[in-house]
């Protein structure tokens, strides 16, 4: 489910905002808690940054790993399957949706952003598109994923490689914008 525009009120160009109050409060409650267990929790408790993500709506495996220094725009739009893992400084910014499958996995200061800007339209509004990185996919640290794009089972996306579109099933890729290198070596089916 993507976040509700308010297209009527909104004035980017102006510095309006997109998104209703209702939403924006919510967003503020959640960064308020999110920062308070970032400052009380050690790393190794996943387990308490899970249940916060849960209890704003996200959609989170019990195994799945949330590091220190994550950075979530809106949990009601993230998924993430098990064994996932959003490594320690990786930005959701989850205007859209984002799934992350089974063992998906995003690097140290990787970039996941579900939100763009019209810039033909006179008011400068703001387009939001899913993401998807499928199972055994990996972002690897500081890549930048764009708004629409879908990460294949088992692909890879380099080191500060920046995709925008789709990458396909069990291949490697690096660059900007991203161009497949080669394929990899199957690690399941």
């Not at 808690?33 to 790393?43: D, H, Q, S």
């Not at 996200?58 to 799945?64: L, S, Y």
């Not at 972002?139 to 380099?158: K, R």
């Amino acid at each position: 489910m993507s976040v509700p525009l308010d297209a009527r009120a909104s004035r980017p160009k102006e510095g309006g905002p997109s998104f209703n109050l209702h939403l924006r409060l919510e967003r503020l409650a959640f960064y308020i808690v999110w920062r308070i267990i970032e400052i009380g929790c050690p790393l190794p408790f996943h387990s308490v940054r899970r249940q916060v993500l849960r209890w704003f709506g996200a959609q989170i495996h019990p195994t799945a790993k949330i590091y220190p220094g994550v950075s979530i725009w809106y949990p009601r739009n993230l998924t993430m399957g098990k064994h996932a893992c959003l490594a320690t400084g990786a930005i959701c910014y989850s205007m859209a949706p984002v799934t992350l499958g089974a063992y998906a996995l995003v690097s140290q200061r990787a970039h996941l952003c579900a939100g763009t800007h019209d810039i033909d339209d006179p008011d400068f509004q703001l387009v939001t598109k899913e993401i998807t990185i499928a199972d055994h996919a990996w972002v690897a640290a500081e890549a930048f994923v764009g708004p629409g794009s879908e990460m294949e089972t088992g692909s890879v996306l380099g080191a500060r490689a920046v995709l925008f579109g789709k990458l396909a099933a069990w291949s490697v890729a690096t660059g900007n914008p991203a161009r497949t290198l080669r394929q990899r070596k199957k690690l399941c089916e």
